[in-house]
C-alpha cells in the first residue's frame, strides 16, 4: 500500500514537473509548430468557414470547391511560417544592427516579467504603440534576450512584397489588408486564422494604431482591427486571453526624414524593394536610444465582466461597447508608461522658446524644472534621464544635444560667431556653457515629431494657460471653465484626452495642481509665485507654448477655408491650398511656427469644423454650410481661433 501510495505521489510529481517544463518551454520556444498546409486545413475545418463557403458559393459542390481553393490562396497569401532557425538568426543580425544605430536599450524594471506571465497563464495579445518599422524588431530582439518566445505579428500586406516579404514571414508575421470591408470571405478567415492562433497558444503582436505615426503622437485606434481580434478572442474557450500594451519611445527616428516630408504635404512613398536600397544611408547614422515600457495587463474575461457582459453571451453590441471601452484603456495606457527622455525635453524646450536661441544654461535649468515636475506627476522616465533619486542627469541632456547637433536638427553657436558669418556646422557638442542652441527652420518639424513623444503629459496645463494668457480681462474660475473646454473641444481630434471623469472634475485637477505647484494663484486666477526658479507667468508661458504650433495649423486651416467662397472643393485640393496657405503666412509673420504647417495638423482641424458645423461634406467635397455662407466667414471663424493665441503673456 505504501509502495502504490509512494507511486501515486511519484505520477503527481512527474506531471507536475512535466507541465511546469512545458510551460516554461512554451514561454521560449513557443507552442508545438505545425506545417503551413496543416493549418490551413484546420481554418477551413472551421464551421464558421464552411457554412460561409456554401452559403457564398451555392449547393454545386464543384463551385464550393473553387470557392474553397480562393480561401486557400489567402491564408497561403496571409499565414506565418515562423521558422526557429530564421528567427534566430534574424536576432543575430538585429543585435549588429541595433548595436550600430542605437546608443542603448533601455527596458522597464520588471517589464519583461509580464508578457513571460501572460504566456504561462494564457494568450498574450501585444499592442506597442507604433512609430517605425523598427518597432518589430526591437520589441521582438528583447523578447528574445529575456527568453521569451517571439511573437506572432500582424503586418499590413504592403510589406510582403520580396525580398522583405519571405523572411518576415519565416520571422513570425502574418499580413492582411489593409481594408478587407464588403469581403465576407475574406474577413472571416482573417477571424478563424487569428482564432487558431490564439487557440494554439502562440503570443500576437497588434498595432492598433494600424500604421506608423507620423506626427510622435498617438494615433487613433483602429476600432475595426480591435473588433475583430476582440471577436476572435471571445471565440476561444478554454483560455484565457490578455491584453498587454506597450510603449516604444525614440530619440530619434530613422523615419523623420521622410515623415518630415508627409507632414508638409509630399505623397507617402509606397514601400518596396527599393527602399531597401536606402537603408545604408540609415545604418550610417546613429540615432540615440530606445526605450520599452510595459503597461499593466488586462485580462478579457475581466474586463467585459467589468463592464457588465458576460463572455459566454455577448451580443454584437455588447461587443462594440467592450472594444471601445478596450481601444481607450490599451491608448491611455501606453501613453501613461510612455517614458520620457533627455531627448524629448531638449527638443520641446528648444522649441517653446519665445527667442531665437537657447542658451545652454537655460536650456539645461528648463529640462530640469520639466524633469522635476513631469517625475512629480507620476510620468517614466529613463535612465538616461534620472539617477535612482529621480534628479535629472546633466550627461543625458549633453548626449541628447549632442545626436541632434550630429543630425543637423541643432545648431550651436558659439563666443567668437558673428551675425555676419555663416553657422559652422559643429557635429560635438562645444564645451563653454555660453552655447546658443537655435533650430534652422526647416528642421524644427523633425523636432516636433520627438516633442509629441510627451506633449500628452502637459496638455491639460497647456490648456489652461493658454486661456489665461489669452484673456484681455481677469477671469474667474467658471469663465476659465468654460473656455478651456472650448479649446479642448477644438483640439478633440488632436489629443488624448481622460475619459474616466468629467471635464469638471478634470479641470479641478489641473487647476489645483498647478495651484499647489504655485504655478496658479486663485480667486480670481492668474499667475503664482512659480517653482524651482522660474515664476508663475513663466511656467504659464511655457505650458502654452506646447500648443501654440496647434493654435496657428487650425488658425491657417480656417484661413484655407476662403476657397470655398466659390463653391465646394476637393478635400485634397483644399489641403494643398492649405498648405501653400500656411507656407505663406509663416514667411510673412502671421505665424511664427513653421512646424504648424503639417497635414495631419489641417486634416484634423477640417475634421474638427466639420463636427462644428463651419463645413459639410457633400458628394465626396468640402464647401461652407449654410450658416457660414457668406462674405468674410472664413475670417471669422480664424479670428475666433486666434482669439486663443496667448498673445497678451507673450514677451
Not at 489629443?495 to 479641478?508: E, K, L, V
Not at 503664482?528 to 526658479?533: E, S, Y
Amino acid at each position: 500500500e505504501r509502495d502504490a501510495d509512494r507511486d501515486a505521489m511519484v505520477r503527481r510529481l512527474t506531471y507536475a514537473l512535466v507541465s511546469k517544463v512545458e510551460r516554461e518551454r512554451r514561454v521560449v520556444v513557443g507552442p508545438a509548430h505545425k506545417a503551413p498546409d496543416r493549418v490551413r486545413e484546420e481554418v477551413l475545418k472551421s464551421p464558421k468557414i464552411q457554412g460561409l463557403i456554401a452559403e457564398l458559393a451555392g449547393p454545386r459542390p464543384e463551385d464550393q470547391a473553387a470557392l474553397r481553393d480562393k480561401a486557400r490562396d489567402m491564408l497561403r497569401e496571409m499565414e506565418t511560417v515562423p521558422d526557429a532557425d530564421a528567427q534566430r538568426n534574424m536576432v543575430l543580425v538585429a543585435e549588429q544592427i541595433l548595436s550600430r544605430v542605437y546608443t542603448g536599450i533601455d527596458v522597464d524594471e520588471g517589464g519583461p516579467a509580464r508578457p513571460r506571465a501572460l504566456s504561462q497563464r494564457g494568450s498574450g495579445v501585444l499592442w506597442p504603440s507604433h512609430k517605425s518599422h523598427v518597432d518589430y524588431i526591437i520589441l521582438s530582439y528583447m523578447l528574445r534576450q529575456n527568453g521569451i518566445q517571439i511573437p506572432v505579428i500582424a503586418a499590413g500586406d504592403n510589406l510582403a512584397f520580396f525580398p522583405a516579404g519571405p523572411v518576415l514571414r519565416r520571422g513570425g508575421a502574418f499580413f492582411i489588408r489593409r481594408s478587407f470591408r464588403g469581403d465576407r470571405l475574406y474577413a472571416a478567415l482573417v477571424d478563424a486564422y487569428m482564432r487558431r492562433l490564439l487557440r494554439d497558444g502562440w503570443m500576437l503582436e497588434f498595432f492598433l494604431e494600424g500604421g506608423r505615426s507620423r506626427t510622435g503622437k498617438l494615433l487613433p485606434p483602429m476600432l475595426g482591427l480591435l473588433n475583430m481580434v476582440v471577436a476572435s478572442a471571445l471565440g476561444v474557450t478554454g483560455r484565457e486571453i490578455f491584453f498587454l500594451p506597450v510603449a516604444i519611445g525614440y530619440e530619434r527616428l530613422m523615419e523623420e526624414g521622410a515623415f518630415a516630408r508627409e507632414l508638409s504635404g509630399e505623397a507617402k512613398q509606397k514601400e518596396d524593394a527599393s527602399a531597401l536600397l536606402q537603408v545604408t544611408g540609415v545604418l550610417l547614422e546613429r540615432w540615440g536610444r530606445v526605450n520599452i515600457q510595459f503597461g499593466e495587463a488586462i485580462e478579457l474575461s475581466a474586463f467585459a465582466e467589468s463592464l457588465k457582459v458576460d463572455r459566454n453571451r455577448v451580443t454584437p453590441a455588447m461587443r462594440r461597447r467592450i472594444v471601445k471601452n478596450l481601444a481607450h484603456r490599451v491608448m491611455s495606457e501606453i501613453n501613461r508608461v510612455t517614458a520620457v527622455t533627455p531627448g524629448h525635453l531638449v527638443a520641446l524646450v528648444v522649441l517653446n522658446q519665445a527667442r531665437a536661441g537657447t542658451a545652454y544654461r537655460d536650456l539645461v535649468a528648463h529640462c530640469r524644472r520639466l524633469t522635476q515636475l513631469l517625475v512629480e506627476e507620476g510620468a517614466r522616465a529613463t535612465p538616461s534621464l534620472v539617477d535612482a533619486t529621480g534628479r535629472m542627469r546633466e550627461s543625458g541632456i549633453r548626449q541628447a544635444l549632442e545626436i541632434y547637433l550630429r543630425g543637423g536638427l541643432l545648431e550651436q553657436h558659439v563666443p567668437g560667431d558673428t551675425l555676419t558669418k555663416k553657422a559652422k556646422r559643429r557635429a560635438k557638442l562645444h564645451p563653454s556653457t555660453d552655447v546658443i542652441f537655435t533650430a534652422p527652420s526647416d528642421k524644427r518639424i523633425r523636432l516636433d515629431i520627438a516633442k509629441n513623444h510627451i506633449i500628452h503629459r502637459l496638455v491639460d496645463r497647456a490648456l489652461v494657460a493658454t486661456v489665461l494668457l489669452a484673456a484681455e480681462e481677469p477671469l474667474d474660475r467658471e469663465a476659465l471653465a468654460s473656455r478651456v473646454q472650448s479649446l479642448s473641444r477644438l483640439f478633440k481630434y488632436e489629443f488624448m484626452f481622460r475619459a474616466d471623469a468629467s471635464f469638471d472634475i478634470i479641470f479641478d485637477e489641473v487647476v489645483d495642481a498647478m495651484h499647489r505647484a504655485g504655478e496658479l494663484a486663485l480667486d480670481p486666477p492668474r499667475p503664482g509665485p512659480g517653482h524651482d526658479g522660474l515664476d508663475g507667468l513663466g511656467w504659464l508661458r511655457f505650458h502654452a507654448a506646447n500648443v501654440e504650433s496647434f493654435i496657428e495649423a487650425y488658425r491657417v486651416a480656417a484661413r484655407s477655408l476662403e476657397v470655398l467662397d466659390k463653391g465646394p472643393v476637393d478635400p485634397k485640393d483644399l489641403l494643398k491650398g492649405a498648405l501653400r496657405t500656411g507656407e505663406r503666412m509663416f514667411l510673412e509673420g502671421e505665424i511664427t511656427r513653421p512646424e504648424a504647417v503639417s497635414k495631419p495638423v489641417l486634416e484634423n482641424a477640417y475634421a474638427t469644423f466639420v463636427d462644428a458645423g463651419y463645413i459639410l461634406r457633400q458628394d465626396g467635397k468640402l464647401g461652407m454650410s449654410e450658416t457660414f455662407r457668406y462674405p468674410g466667414s472664413a475670417r471669422a471663424i480664424e479670428n475666433r481661433i486666434a482669439a486663443f493665441l496667448p498673445t497678451a503673456g507673450r514677451s
